[in-house]
């Protein structure tokens, strides 16, 4: 059973940087596109940057510019580098595989994401 294991996230100003890291318990990037979402409560979540099998790399509108998603296969460790935030970043932020190309696989993992929260 794979597992995804997000952190680094924490209490920032606004203006500052954070990274964080998701751990898979199991070598998947080569299997699934990685992506990270963001939850705010009682809001619907967001995909804030997308990387495919092929190192495609897709942001969203909203932190273009401000983010990088990218990936150390040796450490099986997804990273999410986030500069210039702004007090509207604050949410929980999920490393997320879907979908997962593997009869080995799930069809798609979620971590139990990390809290960001910008002051």
């Known amino acids: 059973h794979v597992q995804l294991v997000e952190s680094g996230g924490g209490l920032v100003q606004s203006g500052g940087s954070l990274r964080l890291s998701c751990v898979a318990s199991e070598p998947i990037f080569s299997s699934c596109e990685m992506h990270w979402y963001r939850h705010v409560q009682g809001k619907e979540r967001e995909l804030v940057a997308s990387?495919?099998?092929?190192?495609?790399?897709t942001y969203a509108n909203a932190m273009k510019g401000r983010v990088t998603i990218s990936q150390d296969n040796v450490k099986n460790t997804l990273y999410l580098q986030m500069n210039s935030l702004k007090t509207e970043d604050t949410a929980v932020y999920h490393c997320?595989?879907?979908?997962?190309?593997?009869?080995?696989?799930?069809?798609?993992?979620w971590g139990q994401g990390t809290q960001v929260t910008v002051s």
């Open positions: 997320v595989a879907d979908p997962c190309h593997s009869d080995y696989l799930a069809p798609w993992y």
């Open positions: 990387l495919s099998t092929d190192g495609t790399t």
